[in-house]
């Protein structure tokens, strides 16, 4: 009787495993949590940015094309932050 109680114990804390083994996969979500997609982003379309585009096509040739310069010029002014209106000129007095 008392070789049964040892036995008994380990069968006991066997069963015990096994059935929080099951209980914690059951509480396992299986399916991946759904992705939500950004939508996508999409810039406006920008003239300066086709001009830009057309003048690096040009290569050297852009150096002599007015409507390259004037493309750079505004690109340049709105990378500094600079409005695109000229500023008066004042005349030496």
Do not use: H, K
Not at 44 to 57: E, G, I, N
């Amino acid at each position: 009787m008392q070789g049964n109680v040892p036995i008994r114990i380990a069968a006991i804390v066997f069963v015990a495993i096994a059935i929080t083994a099951s209980l914690i996969d059951m509480a396992r979500d299986e399916d991946p949590a759904p992705v939500s997609a950004a939508p996508e982003m999409r810039p406006a379309a920008d003239p300066l940015r086709a001009t830009l585009r057309r003048c690096q096509q040009l290569g050297e040739e852009a150096g002599d094309d007015v409507d390259c310069l004037a493309a750079w010029a505004q690109s340049r002014d709105r990378f500094l932050g600079r409005s695109s209106d000229p500023a008066p000129v004042r005349a030496a007095d």
